[in-house]
Nanobody, 119 residues
């Protein structure tokens, strides 16, 4: 069973940086999974933010964050990070990490971490 636990959210001013962490258990280094970050603002649907291949490290981003956010993975700590720079008020949301088999649906989700950006 894959389990994910997010941490690192908080309240910051616009222009600041935050790093979210997603501790992953239940995957081996060669597991053909991808780990993604999603966010959901009040009253809106869940939005894809970024993803990383668990075994190969390839990444992709949504257009709204690709020049400001960086997703990375520490294979020793089994943790996926989302470095968020130049934060904007519109980045305010609950951020979730999730895991999926390559090409499959995201079946495993963390509990979420709140990010609030004030202007």
């Amino acid at each position: 069973q894959v389990q994910l636990v997010e941490s690192g959210g908080g309240s910051v001013q616009a222009g600041s940086s935050l790093r979210l962490s997603c501790a992953v258990s239940g995957l081996s280094p060669s597991s053909r999974y991808q780990v993604g970050w999603f966010r959901q603002a009040p009253g809106l649907g869940r939005q894809f933010v970024a993803r990383i291949s668990w075994s190969g490290g390839s990444t992709s981003y949504s257009d709204s964050v690709k020049d400001r956010f960086t997703i990375s993975k520490d294979g020793i700590k089994n943790t996926v990070y989302l470095q968020m720079n130049s934060l904007k008020p519109e980045d305010t949301a609950m951020y979730f990490c999730a895991a999926a088999t390559m090409g499959g649906p995201y079946d495993f989700w963390g509990q979420g971490s709140q990010v609030t950006v004030s202007s």
